[in-house]
């Protein structure tokens, strides 16, 4: 089996950019993280070989459980769409999901 990497921000261009490279070095699971996986951009990833997951980070608990069992996590967040309190507090809450 294969070791997880979680890519949040899965449909933006640099996280898919990362879910590309990492499906393509066929060493890894890939678990992308959106908050619509019904959306066009998760169903491309998926069609490509990425695991979708429906995760909104300002959950904890979503977190946790789309962090479970991860060798490691790629995290791009949008400073613009929420603003630096917002931004550290999903840092919190990825950070905190991923050590449980």
Request: net charge negative.
């Amino acid at each position: 089996m294969k070791p997880v990497i979680v890519v949040v921000g899965a449909t933006g261009q640099q996280g898919g950019s990362v879910i590309n490279a990492l499906i393509n070095s066929n060493k890894w699971t890939v678990r992308g993280l959106s908050r619509n996986i019904s959306l066009e951009g998760s169903q491309k990833l998926i069609a490509n070989g990425a695991q979708m997951i429906s995760c909104n980070i300002d959950c904890f608990d979503e977190c946790v459980e789309a962090f479970k069992d991860a060798y490691g996590v790629f995290a791009m967040t949008n400073y613009w769409e929420c603003g630096m309190t917002q931004e550290y507090e999903h840092g919190m809450n990825m950070v905190n999901a991923a050590k449980q």
